[in-house]
């Protein structure tokens, strides 16, 4: 099983500030086959970034992601009031089974 | 607008087995570009992906949940749904109903169900 760890836990910020949050495996994922989610209170999570850097439908150009093999990055350019919320990262290479991260809570400064 | 409804019972006891049907309304489960999965959340355990299948009813599950689990798709009534056997507290979580693609970088979830909480409790 590939394990998936975000950091930091809990980052703090203004809006308009710029967000970096980080997903590292514990081993490669293959094809860069990751995911970055938003999940607000009471709500589902909802996609953001597919294939490490491609933006779902929808999904404003200020997030973006980067990044290969074990290490992967959401930057969000400047923050929003609306994008404080908790973000996960997922991989969904060819090593069964699909995985989270244990997910970065994004809370206003 | 794709959306997709999880419904089943809130409380199982334990050994008992767990049953969620997830409706999905505004496109048809039978496409080909998708696949048809269930993951769920607990404080415990954070977000874990259970299986998939298409419509096709290939599947593919956790390993670690495979001996417990069957997802299922009846296109008639474009749903699918989720047996987990043998359930214990640990199994208590909310349970999404999730859509993702059938290739390559477009596995990823990008319908999910609202969830829909299964406690497990005598």
């Known amino acids: 099983e590939i394990v998936l760890t975000q950091s930091p836990g809990t980052l703090s910020l203004s809006p308009g500030e710029r967000a970096t949050l980080s997903c590292r495996a514990s081993?490669?994922?293959?094809?860069?086959?990751v995911a970055w989610y938003q999940q607000k209170p009471g709500q589902a999570p909802r996609l953001l970034i597919f294939?490490?850097?491609s933006r779902a439908t929808g999904i404003p150009d200020r997030f973006s992601g980067s990044g290969s093999g074990t290490d992967f990055t959401l930057t969000i350019s400047r923050l929003e009031p609306e994008d404080f919320a908790m973000y996960y990262c997922?991989?969904?290479?060819?090593?069964?089974?699909?995985?989270f991260g244990q997910g970065t809570k994004l809370e206003i400064k | 607008q794709l959306q997709l409804q999880e419904s089943g019972p809130g409380l199982v006891k334990p050994s008992e087995t767990l049953s969620l049907i997830c409706t999905v309304s505004?496109?048809?489960?039978?496409?080909?570009?998708?696949?048809w999965g269930w993951i769920r959340q607990s404080p415990g355990k954070g977000l874990e992906w259970i299986g998939s299948?298409?419509?096709?009813?290939?599947?593919f599950y956790n390993p670690f949940l495979k001996s417990r689990v069957t997802i299922s798709v009846d296109t008639s009534k474009n749903q699918f749904s989720l047996r987990l056997s043998s359930v214990t507290a640990a199994d208590t979580a909310v349970y999404y109903c999730?859509?993702?693609?059938?290739?390559?970088?477009?596995?990823?979830?990008?319908?999910w169900g609202q969830g829909t909480l299964v406690t497990v409790s005598s």
């Open positions: 505004g496109g048809s489960i039978s496409s080909s570009d998708y696949y």
């Open positions: 299948s298409y419509y096709s009813g290939s599947t």
């Open positions: 081993q490669s994922v293959s094809r860069s086959y």
């Open positions: 999730v859509r993702h693609g059938s290739v390559g970088a477009t596995k990823a979830a990008d319908y």
């Open positions: 997922q991989q969904y290479g060819s090593s069964l089974p699909y995985t």
């Open positions: 294939g490490a850097s």
